[in-house]
């Protein structure tokens, strides 16, 4: 993505307001730390654009978690001085980065920019500390050969990630009422849970991605178990949670149930006690990325080898597609209305 493409694509974002943010270099590959003594240029349109995107697409991230600081936690103390200002942000950032300088000097030597940002989001103020791993790079360089200028290639050149890179690492705070958001997918040493437990001191919710897959799967067992067809079930419940989400209410599992099983109220009453058991939440917003492909369509395979993908929403409109059960137990798929036929290679 070119710096016009992204600075454009980050003019429609609304309701996200950056404050001032840090960049800090914790190069454990190298024992090479650098804590920057002063904030990035936001005036630059580019470096704007670039912390922007990143923030955004944190606060839209599926696999965020909810979660709750621990009575002592040295990284909610240091968000609230740094809030109150009895901190400034390149003092408060770089405590915070302490325990991961000593992780990666003690226990894994990895190398990271961490972004740290005070952002505004529909007024709220919000604190972010962002993860972004070391890219190496290779690169073609002019210098002096035997007779004369000389291209070359060059390599290990570090650099930060594309803001197209997935995003594994970071923890988000309300700084007006603590609340706690993160996410904490690297690959560390002995699956060490580094966000969670050495930089923040926090106890894990459950993920919206975690709720969304949680309900699929409850879906497809009850469908067994009460001998349903799982595909028809399955795709009701991503229909409803994709058009939820598109409506921008949030997904509730007791309107779920009784909108999606309306016509049975014994999977209806199954779902509800799944739902209890599992501790998922009555209620959950879910941001526009979480309809995603996987919500708005449906993949089966059957026992043949057949492979079907069809629209979600088709579930409950036989112009289009049916599912016929037999007596016998098998069942027979009927696709309507097909004007062309086209072969993917």
């Not at 580019?46 to 009575?71: H, I, L, N, Q, W």
């Not at 988000?172 to 580094?194: S, T, Y």
Request: with cysteine; glycine share 4%; net charge negative.
């Amino acid at each position: 993505m070119t710096n016009e493409e992204l600075i454009d694509e980050e003019s429609q974002a609304h309701g996200l307001e950056l404050q001032c943010a840090i960049l800090h270099l914790l190069d454990g590959r190298r024992r090479n730390i650098v804590f920057s003594e002063d904030s990035l240029d936001l005036e630059d349109a580019a470096v704007e654009a670039y912390v922007k995107r990143y923030v955004s697409r944190c606060m839209k991230d599926m696999k965020m978690c909810p979660g709750t600081f621990r009575p002592d936690s040295a990284y909610a103390k240091l968000v609230q001085d740094y809030f109150h200002q009895r901190m400034t942000l390149a003092s408060a950032s770089a405590a915070m980065c302490e325990p991961l300088v000593r992780y990666f000097e003690n226990e894994e030597a990895r190398s990271f920019a961490v972004l740290a940002a005070d952002f505004r989001e529909d007024d709220v103020p919000w604190f972010a500390l962002i993860l972004l791993e070391e890219a190496e790079t290779i690169t073609a360089i002019t210098d002096a050969g035997p007779t004369g200028l000389r291209n070359t290639i060059s390599f290990g050149h570090a650099s930060l990630p594309a803001v197209s890179r997935p995003i594994t690492c970071y923890a988000i705070v309300n700084m007006l009422n603590g609340e706690l958001r993160f996410a904490d997918g690297g690959k560390w040493k002995d699956k060490h849970p580094l966000i969670r437990k050495t930089l923040l001191d926090a106890e894990a919710g459950i993920s919206k991605k975690e709720v969304v897959r949680s309900v699929s799967e409850i879906t497809q067992d009850l469908a067994e178990e009460f001998q349903e067809n799982p595909t028809v079930l399955l795709s009701r419940v991503k229909s409803y949670i994709s058009d939820t989400v598109k409506e921008g209410i949030p997904l509730n599992t007791e309107t779920l149930a009784r909108e999606v099983f309306e016509e049975t109220p014994k999977i209806a009453k199954a779902f509800h006690a799944r739902v209890e058991e599992t501790a998922l939440p009555k209620e959950i917003e879910l941001p526009r990325a979480a309809v995603s492909a996987s919500l708005r369509r449906q993949k089966i395979k059957t026992d043949t080898g057949i492979e079907i993908s069809f629209p979600a929403e088709y579930f409950n409109n036989s112009d289009y597609i049916e599912f016929i059960t037999h007596s016998d137990g098998t069942t027979t798929i009927e696709i309507r209305k097909i004007g062309k036929i086209t072969n993917k290679i």
